[in-house]
Each structure stands twice: as structure tokens, then as C-alpha cells.
């Protein structure tokens, strides 16, 4: 450990995904859970979870060229870039069904790879998480203005693949 | 490491905090400053923080009683609870200025402790982070509906203290 590690992270499951069938799920690990208890009744969750795929020279590179926005570059904190210090990603996603024996939640959707690991999930609360003043940096301009249609957005593949 | 860590947590900054001068500050570690580029473009980032008082005993205990829903007993992962198996917590704040520079971030307000490590920033995106359409758990029915309504609610000190 040197003096700036905070902690070792521990992997609380595994993202399961399958696009072709439609397939977004999470695995929990059997010791954790008793944490699921009650997530059933919220609608949505937040899934933080470990981009471990990301080359660590590319995440020490801190500042990026953006692919939805030519010519603007910006810093690991001002992007949501998978390539940063420590590559913590969350996704927020509605939440199909759990079981909680069986440690599996069963999402509509979630952009993880097959095979991340789950570092966390938190319900979402529209106190803490839904900020309706909120508003884009100048080179996301025009981008969807919620979560919904976002949906509608990227159900165009031209759109999508700005992302890619 | 054992077999179910993920990786090392790195420290990216320090959250500074004092309440009765109103200061809520974030203060970045010199080698991680280039991530700022853009960030004060943004008018609202979400904080990570790493609640590193949190006894691990507590942490192990995965279900616990709300103190804001008397009877009711959730899981971590249904809860907001600093207690969780990592303890990784999110704070969406407004941004009041940001000096790349210094390495210093000026926030409205973070419910983080004085001295907590900073693990992440990201920018608040409405079309991944704003969910029109999320609702709230049984017992937590009536709370505020965003962020904006959440800071008039929690301006009464009775149901500031629910949450204590």
C-alpha cells in the first residue's frame, strides 16, 4: 500500500450481460446478500461498478479527446470517460426484479461489460440523485434531457454511435 | 489481496469541509489537478468519497434498522447507509468555482466529513443521471421530489434530524 491507497476494494458480484437476449443482470456474491433486502421496492438503482478492462497507461493520461464533441478535450473529473484514476463507473437503471436467495437483480439495461465487477449499488432517491437544475457543459449542448429520453436518443444507431 | 479484491483505491483528493464558515471544499491531490480541464463548465458534479470512519464491525452487519422509517430494516444496497461493504458514497453538489490551477473545487454544500478522501468526480449528466420516472420505496413515500425541493425540507431542523 502506498500512502495515497485508500482502501482495497472488494467485489460484492459480477455483471452479467448478453445483448443479443436481452440479458442485464447482477450476480451478487453469496456473503452479500442479505444487502438486497428491500431493494425490490425501488424502481431504480445505482450500479457502480469496475471498468478493470481499461489500460492503465490510457487512464493515467487524466486529460481526453472527447468522441462526441470534436476538438474539445477535457479532464478525467469532467467527463464520464471509463479511463480515469480510479475507474469507478455508475449507471443508474431500472430495476426488473430481484432475488434475493439467489443473489440476482435483473435490470432493463446497463452499459457494463460481461464480467464487471459490482463494487456497490444504492437505490436511487430523487431528493439526492434527481437534479432538475442541472444543466450540460457548452459541447453537450442539445443532449437528452433525462434518463427517458435518452432512450428515445440512442434508439438512433447514428446517435449511438457517437458513443461508441 | 485476497481473491475477491477488485484493486487498490486510490486517494485523489481530500474533502474539506467547516460548516459554521460555510466552506465545502475539495481539494485535489497535485498529480491528479490535469482531470479538472472542463469540470468548471459543468454546474454540477457528483463527489465520491470514501466514508473511512465507518466502523468495519458496522460495515459487516449488511442489514440495518432506518432511523428515518421506524421498523423497517433494509439492506445495504437498498439503503444509503455510510455502512455498506465498500463504503463508497456519492454526493451530488452544485459547483461554485473551480481553480485547475490550485486544485481547489468550491461546492455548495457535500454532506462528507472534514478530511474524507476523495475517490472520483464525475459531471452530472441529465440524460444519464436525472430519472424523471424513479419513485421512492414504500418508506420513504413523501420525501422530497429533487435535490432542490430536498434543501427547503431539510431547511426544518425536525426533519433535518431524522436523519442525524
Redesign the interface.
Known sequence: ?TC?????????GTVQTNETQGVYRLRI?RQ?R??????S??????V?W?A?RVDPSYRAE??FDLPYAPG?????????SEA???P?C???AYILGVDEAEGVVDLAWIDAFDGS?I??????????????????????KG????????AE?FADPEKAAMFE
Chains 1, 2 share one sequence.
Open positions: 500500500m495515497e491507497t485508500v482502501a482495497e476494494l472488494k467485489r460484492v456474491d452479500y442479505p444487502a438486497l433486502q428491500g431493494l421496492g425501488c424502481t431504480h438503482a445505482m457502480f469496475w478493470d487524466l486529460v474539445v478535450r477535457a479532464g478525467a473529473f469532467a467527463c464520464r480515469r484514476p480510479n469507478i455508475v449507471t443508474t465487477p463494487i456497490d449499488i444504492k437505490p436511487y432517491l430523487p431528493m439526492s440523485d434527481r437534479v432538475l437544475s442541472a444543466e450540460y457543459p457548452e459541447w453537450l443532449f437528452p434531457a433525462s434518463m427517458e429520453e435518452a436518443f
